[in-house]
């Protein structure tokens, strides 16, 4: 595996359900990232990781919860989602959490809410 | 945080060059500027970045001019495949990379 994977591809859950989003990148990088991204909207950054620290929640709804065990794993943990969380949700790894550094996305992991 | 300001949508046909111009009027120092493609249903991949004058790669050229007030992706020769979102972002530093609502191109037989 290169790049970044991301397990599911695809997610339908309920609103009472608890369900976490796998993403792994194999680069070798520092800074790993979660963003949303909803039907015509642009895409959101919800949390940003580096060096296994977070270092970023950009007000994101508590139901939302990540985690990142090392700098190759990241995990969205989500539980009592709502409808209105349905979306494409993609992890991107960087070398390092700087501005400049070229983000590496993931295939991103469709989220149906129901 | 500077903010970008790019066409909300652009057809061109194939073969033809593309040009997709963005402007950030409030660029600071030390901001770069990068442009992203994204496809349906993919995270988007990083395409060029520049910081003034002219760079190109095997994919694009980015023309900056001297008061770097705005950008210009340039696609030579597009294809079918070129369709797609594309972002202009202007970052600096440690800032958040934050995306617009991108540039949908739309390319025609």
């Known amino acids: 595996e290169t790049g970044v994977t991301q397990t599911p591809r695809h997610l339908v859950m309920g609103m009472t359900n608890k369900k976490s989003l796998k993403c792994e990148q194999h680069?070798?990088?520092?800074?790993m990232y979660w963003y949303k991204q909803s039907a015509k909207k642009p895409l959101e950054l919800m949390f940003v990781y580096s060096l296994e620290e977070r270092v970023e929640n950009n007000s994101v709804p508590s139901r939302f919860s990540p985690e990142c065990p090392n700098s190759s794993h990241l995990f969205l943990h989500l539980h009592t989602l709502q409808p209105e969380d349905s979306a494409l949700y993609l992890c991107a790894s960087s070398q390092d959490r700087a501005g400049r550094e070229d983000l590496f996305f993931g295939p991103g992991t469709r989220l149906t809410v129901t | 945080l500077a903010k970008t300001t790019q066409p909300i949508s652009m057809d061109s046909y194939e073969g033809q060059e593309v040009n997709i111009t963005c402007s950030h009027n409030n660029i600071a120092t030390n901001d770069y500027i990068t442009w992203y493609q994204q496809f349906p249903s993919q995270g988007p991949r990083f395409i060029i970045q520049?910081?003034?004058t002219k760079v190109t790669n095997e994919v694009a050229s980015l023309f900056i001019p001297a008061d770097r007030k705005s950008s210009t992706l340039s696609l030579p020769r597009v294809s079918l495949s070129d369709t797609a979102v594309y972002y202009c972002l202007v970052v600096e530093g440690d800032d958040k990379i934050i995306f617009g609502k991108g540039t949908r191109l739309h390319i025609l037989p």
């Open positions: 520049g910081y003034k």
């Open positions: 680069l070798g990088h520092n800074a």
